[in-house]
C-alpha cells in the first residue's frame, strides 16, 4: 500500500514539470516576439532618424542652390531618402510626377519641399513650401 503514495507523487511530479515545461516554451515564444518588436521598433526609428538627416540635407541644398535641375530621381532618393509620397502631377506637360519631401512624423508643423521629374524620371522643378513658425508671446516689461 505504501506503493501507492509513492506513484501518485511520482505522477504529481511529472504532471507538474511536464505543464510547467509548456508553460516555459509558450513564454519563450512570446519573449522572441517582444524582442522582433522592439527590434522592429529600433528598425523603424533608425529609419525616421536617416528621412530626417535626409530632409535636413535637402533643404540646405535648396537654400544654398545645390540642387540641380536634371538630377535624375534615383540620385536623389540615394542623397535624400526616400520621399513621403509620389503621385503622377498634371499640372504642367514637361513634369510628370510630385514626390513630397517632409520630416516623416511631423505631418502639419514641417516645411515641405515638392520635387517635380519628367517623363526620363530626372529633376524638372521643385517648390519650398515654408510653415510659420509660431511667434511667442511677448509681454510687456514688468509683467509676466
Avoid: H
Avoid at 30 to 37: A, P, Y
Avoid at 93 to 100: E, I, T, V
Amino acid at each position: 500500500m505504501k506503493k501507492k503514495p509513492a506513484k501518485i507523487l511520482v505522477f504529481v511530479y511529472c504532471a507538474a514539470m511536464f505543464s510547467g515545461g509548456c508553460s516555459f516554451i509558450g513564454r519563450s515564444q512570446e519573449i522572441l516576439f517582444l524582442k522582433q518588436m522592439a527590434d522592429n521598433q529600433s528598425g523603424i526609428e533608425r529609419y525616421v532618424q536617416k528621412q530626417e538627416r535626409g530632409f535636413d540635407i535637402l533643404r540646405g541644398d535648396i537654400e544654398y542652390n545645390l540642387l540641380q535641375k536634371g538630377t535624375a530621381k534615383e540620385e536623389i532618393v540615394s542623397r535624400y531618402g526616400d520621399p513621403v509620397y509620389c503621385s503622377d502631377s498634371a499640372d504642367t506637360p514637361d513634369c510628370r510626377q510630385m514626390c513630397l519631401y517632409r520630416y516623416p512624423t511631423r505631418f502639419f508643423s514641417s516645411d515641405k519641399i515638392y520635387l517635380y521629374f519628367d517623363r526620363g524620371q530626372d529633376l524638372c522643378r521643385w517648390e519650398f513650401d515654408f510653415v510659420p513658425k509660431p511667434k511667442t508671446p511677448s509681454f510687456p516689461s514688468g509683467r509676466r
